[in-house]
């Protein structure tokens, strides 16, 4: 079954690089570039999986995207959220569990472990 | 009782003549004319050399009992107190009692009467010249004891005044505050420093307690930050680690405070304020370069690090890989720069100008430099330059020219889609000082006043989407770099209309009277 994925980052190498790691016959690939976007986009689209930047430029950051997600009561039964960021402080993992977050990455990080991490989420769905 | 002892110098056998000055160092011995026959050792050091057999008269006078003229007088006086002074020296003052000596001699056995130890001093005697038995060396020896000890007292005394002006000095001088308590909870001493923080007055300070204290602290602390300053909690605490607590002061400014305390054995309790706003500030600032650092640093990592996994591991049509390898070398070159940049700014920051060779530079070589350093590969966008005043203008010509450099690499940048690229330059002045003005402005994406107010923060980019290469830290280098040459930089821009970015260099001195005319024509035509 095709699902939707979301990419969110600043960063416009970053989403090319994850949309190439995440290409197959599996997703149906969606992009956006700030928080709003995603929030907006989460809404309509209702993804199986979003992968997940911080530090955005506009009012909301990746944390609060992903608790927007963990709190609504529709999306938190349907997406997975990945944390994927170059903060990687104790306390910057420890906050994306307190909002929910499914898995955190840090930058850099490996394409293939995310694959394996993509499989391992939606395969347990 | 006394005049049954006969006394001798010679044939007593525990008693020669030396023993006998010894016992009696002030006698005086007379033969039947009453002539001087023998002095003790000491008065011989009071009456100085005198004639053999000189009579008795001429070297003392006889005050007590009175009429004593002749040997019989004396001799009948045996073992009374007899009174004299000598004649010679300073006029030293004997007494004691004529005893009969071997031979139809006489000894006059006295001790000087002297009232401190200044009179035996005057009278050239020390210690050694009295009998150990004579009073007259205890009492002096009483008086000497006294007279020290007051001198010393008051040496001690001097020093302690001294020690006390010396503590007073450090701890006036201390840049930190400090106040000292006694057991009773009165204050006893503070300094300069701890009214300042705590916005008070000496002579308020001196008639607080404890209590005032600690009210005029809560009242002064800054209620959003829920401190609830007490010097007193602070005082009942035993465990050392305990006795720091950290204030924050919204009153009489705004501050952090590092505050300590101690106990003094006899009970009191010293106080210690340190103001460690700006270290606590410096601090912020530092992680949040460091964190801002890290992430900008992995930004192009993620890029390199995964296009490269993906290439390895996955198979991709030429196209995509051709555009994958694009997007790794055009990240690694960010990454070198940026490496390239932070290095530039911490050697700019760590040498703060040390390292600068500031000489005086033509403006007009310098602008052609930078614009010539412009490395364009990618356009054929040229930069307008209008006339440059032939001037000349203090800076490191290296320095600056990254500095223009980095300007017009931005105004390029930051306007995609074209659009002309000016530079103006005009001289100015602030205050009575010249300065080259130099002005690039583009037609550019322009920013607004929030990316405006941030521009000259490390790694602050406008263009947040990664469209636009930079390592946002080319304006903080701008700025450091204007900053060290006493020169000016500023930022004027609009959204979508551009940016015009304002670099200030002071002028050199001008060195003759045609560039003075040339100058005069330009600051003219500027007003016009």
């Not at chain 2, 009782?1 to 020669?16: G, V």
């Not at chain 2, 019989?72 to 020296?89: A, F, I, K, Y």
Request: charged share 25%.
């Amino acid at each position: 079954m095709i699902c939707n994925a979301l990419i969110v980052d600043d960063q416009s190498d970053i989403r090319k690089l994850i949309m190439m790691t995440m290409q197959s016959e599996k997703f149906e690939l969606y992009e956006a570039d700030n928080g709003e976007d995603a929030w907006r986009m989460a809404c309509n689209l209702r993804p199986c999986i979003v992968l997940l930047d911080v530090m955005m430029p506009g009012s909301l950051d990746g944390f609060q995207v992903c608790e927007k997600i963990k709190t609504d009561d529709m999306l938190k039964l349907t997406t997975k959220v990945i944390m994927l960021t170059a903060r990687g402080q104790t306390a910057d993992v420890e906050r994306g569990h307190a909002v929910g977050c499914d898995a955190y990455m840090v930058k850099p990080f490996s394409p293939l472990a995310l694959s394996g991490l993509v499989e391992k989420l939606i395969g347990s769905e | 009782m006394a005049a049954i002892i006969k006394l001798t110098l010679s044939q007593q056998p525990f008693l020669n003549a030396n023993g006998f000055s010894r016992a009696f160092p002030f006698y005086v011995q007379l033969d039947e004319q009453l002539h001087i026959v023998q002095l003790g050792r000491s008065m011989q050091k009071i009456v100085g050399p005198i004639e053999h057999r000189i009579h008795l008269n001429n070297v003392f006078q006889v005050l007590c009992p009175k009429n004593m003229d002749t040997y019989e007088d004396l001799q009948r006086n045996v073992g009374e107190t007899l009174t004299l002074v000598s004649c010679t020296g300073e006029g030293v003052t004997f007494r004691g009692c004529p005893e009969q000596g071997e031979n139809n001699t006489l000894l006059l056995l006295l001790t000087p009467i002297l009232q401190s130890y200044a009179e035996q001093q005057d009278a050239g005697l020390s210690f050694s010249d009295f009998a150990k038995h004579d009073a007259a060396a205890d009492t002096l020896l009483l008086a000497q004891t006294t007279r020290m000890s007051a001198l010393d007292a008051e040496r001690i005394s001097m020093r302690l005044r001294h020690r006390s002006e010396q503590l007073s000095s450090i701890l006036e001088l201390n840049i930190h505050g400090v106040v000292f308590f006694d057991s009773e909870q009165t204050i006893l001493h503070v300094n300069s420093a701890f009214l300042e923080i705590l916005g008070l007055k000496r002579a308020e300070a001196l008639d607080m307690c404890l209590t005032d204290l600690d009210a005029w602290l809560l009242d002064l602390s800054d209620k959003d930050t829920g401190d609830c300053p007490s010097l007193a909690v602070l005082r009942e605490t035993y465990e050392s680690e305990k006795l720091q607590t950290t204030l924050h002061l919204a009153r009489p400014r705004s501050r952090i405070i590092r505050l300590a305390c101690a106990h003094s054995p006899d009970g009191g309790t010293v106080y210690y304020l340190r103001d460690i706003t700006h270290e606590t500030e410096v601090d912020r600032m530092k992680s949040e370069f460091l964190a801002a650092a890290a992430h900008e640093l992995r930004t192009p990592m993620v890029s390199i690090f995964g296009f490269s996994e993906l290439l390895i591991h996955r198979k991709f049509t030429e196209e995509q890989r051709a555009d994958m390898l694009r997007t790794i070398h055009r990240q690694s070159g960010l990454l070198v720069k940026m490496v390239n940049e932070l290095l530039d700014l911490a050697r700019i920051e760590s040498r703060r100008g040390l390292d600068l060779k500031i000489q005086s530079h033509s403006l007009h070589e310098l602008i052609e430099n930078s614009v010539k350093g412009l490395m364009r590969t990618d356009t054929d966008r040229q930069v307008n330059v209008a006339t440059v005043p032939n001037v000349s203008v203090m800076i490191d010509p290296e320095k600056m020219q990254l500095a223009i450099n980095n300007l017009l690499s931005n105004a390029f940048k930051y306007s995609p889609q074209g659009g002309a690229v000016t530079l103006n330059v005009h001289i100015d002045t602030v205050g009575a000082e010249p300065f080259a003005v130099i002005e690039i402005s583009d037609q550019g994406i322009g920013m607004s006043p929030e990316q405006l107010d941030k521009a000259f923060e490390r790694f602050y980019r406008a263009d947040a989407s990664g469209n636009i290469p930079g390592t946002g830290l080319g304006l903080s280098m701008v700025k450091e770099i204007a900053e060290l040459h006493k020169g000016r930089i500023k930022l004027t821009s609009k959204m979508g209309v551009g940016t015009v970015a304002i670099l200030g260099i002071p002028l050199a001195a001008l060195p003759n009277a045609g560039d003075l005319t040339e100058l005069a024509s330009h600051i003219k035509k500027e007003i016009q």
